[in-house]
């Protein structure tokens, strides 16, 4: 019995520094498909928002600029994941906030699940081999950005 305690209570690795980065894949805003698995090579950064998150407005245009300054000379990606958010709403803040990236609804929450978000933003700094190398809890400013990015800059 106490084995079966012990085995019930361990948990798997999950979303940590370190760990293989769990798997994303499903229909973004704008109808089509995205997998994380399809970024491998790039550094990847990974961003749980919603539209109704206060410090998500804040960091949304720091994350659009970094896009525009390294996307295209370091292989840049970012993708978002939608957190507890409706579609419609979602896609009025990306039209207003001019982001370019795409973002994965998660209606079963299956994707909040495997990354063990409370609430948004967080955000994953994956390399290019899919590991999660930083992880910013809350809302970050371009510095702090930068120091992370660092981390999985090719």
Known sequence: MTALLVTGCSSS???GEGNAAPAISGATLDGSTVSLAGYKGHPVVVNFWASWCTPCR?????LRDKQAALGASDGLVILGVLFKDQADLATSFVTAFGATWPTVTDPDGSIGTAYRIAAPPQ????DKDGIIRAVQV?????KTFDTLFAKIKP
Do not use: K, S
């Open 13 to 15: 690795p999950g979303a």
């Open 58 to 62: 804040d960091e949304f245009p720091m």
């Open 123 to 126: 955000t994953f700094f994956i």
């Open 138 to 142: 809350g809302a970050m400013d371009a």
